[in-house]
Structures are given as C-alpha cells and as structure tokens.
C-alpha cells in the first residue's frame, strides 16, 4: 500500500465529436480501516498504564476513620454517662427542670452536654478528613482497599458513637433507676 495520497484525476472533458472514449474509471477507494498516510508515531505506542501507587494514603486514611470511632467514642461516653447521672433528679414527669436542680447538678449537665459535643465534634473532624483520604486513595489507587474500608468506616461510625454514647448514658443513670 502506498503511502502517498493518488494522485488527482484530470478534469472531465467531453469527447470530440466521433471519437470512441471509454468509459470514466472508477474512483480509487483504500480499504476499509486504511490511512491515506501513514499514522502518527502517537498512534502506534502503548498508552500509559497507571502505577500502583503505595498503600501509605489509604491506610493512613483508615486509620484516622477508626482513630474517629475509639476516640469519639470514649468522649462520647463520659458526656453520656455524666448526663445520666442527671436522672436522679427527673422525678415522675421524666424531665429535667434547669431551675430546680443544684448547683451541682447544673454542673454536671453543662459539663455532660460539653463532653458530649466535643465528643462528636472529634469523631466529625476525623471521620471527615478519613473519608476525604479514603477517596483519594480509592481513585488514585493508592491503597485502593484501606481507602475503602476508611469510608465504610466513616460512614457508618457515626451510628456506631451514637450507640456508645447511649451506653454511657444507660450506665450513668442505672443506679437511679428501680
């Protein structure tokens, strides 16, 4: 196959009159899937295949999401146990009235609710930033699996330091309750 483009046909001029003329040739088609030239050397190289980038981003990333559920969760359980302790003072409605309860007791509930918030806050801030690296890691695939596994993590840990915080809270208040 040629590399060159054929070369144009001269104009169609009539026939003179008497003259034999055959016919017009038929138009020069290349195969199907065929260059007219020949293809850039861009054309013919390999494209270039992603490396495996190490695993340090997605273990990192898991890390911090669990490192957000166990500390979240610790915090979480001593504002949750302070404030159940808070029931002692409930009565029969089943509520807290700030004006009535001691001086002590107001403590407790400002320092509960405090603990509490920070606990959450610490398990937001670190989950957060573990899911951000998670998916990094996931699509840049630089430990693909612990990425992964740091938003599993993440997403779910949030019902996992609401559970512990729960228990904190069940445990603070079961001496008071009968």
């Known amino acids: 196959m040629s590399t060159n483009p054929p070369t144009p046909e001269p104009a169609y001029q009539p026939p003179a009159p008497g003259a034999s003329t055959p016919p017009p040739a038929a138009p020069q088609y290349s195969e199907p899937g065929a260059y007219a030239a020949a293809p850039p050397a861009a054309y013919g190289t390999q494209p270039d295949v992603k490396q495996k980038g190490s695993r340090t981003l997605g273990l990192v990333a898991f890390v911090v999401a669990l490192a957000a559920i166990i500390i979240g969760s610790i915090v979480a359980y001593m504002g949750g146990s302070a404030l159940g302790s808070l029931v002692e003072y409930t009565g029969t409605s089943g509520t807290v009235d700030a004006d009535t309860l001691p001086a002590e007791a107001q403590a407790i509930a400002a320092s509960g609710a405090v603990i509490t918030a920070v606990g959450f806050a610490i398990f937001g801030i670190l989950a957060l930033w573990g899911f951000i690296q998670g998916i ?13 596994a740091a938003i599993i993590i993440a997403v779910i840990g949030g019902g996992i330091v609401a559970a512990i915080w729960g228990a904190g809270f069940a445990a603070g208040a079961g001496p008071y309750l009968t």
Not at 136 to 148: D, F, L, T, Y
């Open 136 to 148: 990094v890691a996931a699509v840049k695939n630089r430990g693909r699996g612990w990425g992964i």
